[in-house]
């Protein structure tokens, strides 16, 4: 792509880094930039910006926060002897919304992948065996990508609690509710049969 | 969507501004943003402020450009006589990429839509005309999309342009090359046939 200017292919590239973003992409978002008032770019500019110098990450919990503890970790309404780890941020907000869960959260902030470089040592793995060492954590869920990085990591958290008094669970992995059988992979469904639940705690959930 | 920090929101916010980024999209970007060293924002930033404050468009074709007049409407050897006519600065690298063309450009910067409140006086169309009135230029070639907007842009211009000695011409529509008839829409299909061109001219284009 041969750009008529400098400052136009510059800005185009900066954009371009970001994941999923092509050259194209890139210059159609940065021409549309170019079009709106001066404002738009500043506003953009300055969110980034600030949220990359001020961001905060809750001490408990690692997620993101604008204060030392967030909101989750420090509403004393929540059960704290219920701790779900999580991957990612985009993974607490994923739960919270379905307003079904009181407890606590650890963001672990990736899993473990040998192909990505990605070591126990690179997540909130000792922090997380820290608060169960604390001893008020009673039960840790799992919550995880059923994939092997998840399946790894999961095994990795598990084995560091060996002798601590903590009980583990996963979330239910099944057919979606609402979901035709005909079109669920044999996996799910193969789980879904084995992991079956007494038809009386099916009623309630509902 | 609920967030935990108020400069996350801000952030996905302002990118979920952008053309084609939903909240999601927004959220995926700024977190891997956050993942990256801070240079990466900085420079992205950056680029984008000082391509929206110091940015320019060239004087005579309206293309971006670091100089008063552009690349192309400086270089000598293109043929001043020869003025392509197109919407958007994308379509003038479009065409630059093909190495076919040897004549300068006019960038409209959009096409007449009264459904988006786009009239002729918020193109560059006045300029256009005056290009046309200083003489040196033989032959427009109009290269807008032929849609209902893109062909009353057309016919605006060309009247604009009644009794001024001035050639028109419209980019050939018709099937692509290497495509097959049978895939083809039948509006090309039946334009390619109506347009044809002597056998003899095809065989030099190749």
């Known amino acids: 792509m041969e750009f008529s200017s400098k400052l136009l292919e510059n800005a185009v590239y900066e954009m371009s880094q970001l994941p999923g973003i092509g050259k194209r992409t890139a210059l159609r978002l940065v021409l549309h930039l170019l079009k709106q008032p001066e404002e738009r770019t500043h506003y953009l500019s300055n969110a980034l910006m600030k949220l990359k110098s001020e961001v905060?990450?809750?001490?408990?919990?690692h997620n993101i926060s604008d204060t030392e503890i967030c909101e989750i970790c420090g509403n004393p309404k929540r059960d704290e002897s219920l701790v779900c780890v999580v991957e990612d941020i985009r993974d607490v907000m994923?739960?919270?919304?379905?307003?079904?869960?009181?407890?606590?959260?650890?963001?672990?902030?990736?899993?473990?992948?040998?192909?990505?470089?990605v070591g126990p040592q690179d997540l909130n793995i000792g922090s997380l065996v820290n608060r169960v060492?604390?001893?008020?954590?009673?039960?840790?869920?799992?919550?995880?990508s059923s994939t092997m990085e998840g399946d790894t990591t999961n095994f990795?958290?598990?084995?560091?609690?060996e002798g601590l008094e903590i009980?583990?669970?996963?979330?239910?992995?099944?057919?979606?509710?609402?979901?035709?059988?005909?079109?669920?992979?044999?996996?799910?469904?193969?789980r879904s049969i084995l992991n079956r639940i007494p038809f009386e705690s099916s009623m309630k959930a509902n």
Do not use: W
């Open 56 to 61: 905060n990450f809750c001490k408990s919990c």
């Open 94 to 117: 994923a739960i919270e919304n379905t307003s079904q869960y009181n407890g606590l959260y650890h963001v672990l902030g990736g899993k473990i992948s040998p192909m990505e470089g």
């Open 133 to 144: 060492k604390e001893g008020t954590v009673k039960e840790l869920i799992f919550a995880l």
């Open 156 to 161: 990795y958290i598990y084995r560091q609690l």
């Open 167 to 190: 009980t583990t669970s996963t979330i239910a992995r099944g057919i979606s509710v609402g979901d035709e059988l005909e079109y669920a992979d044999e996996v799910t469904l193969g």
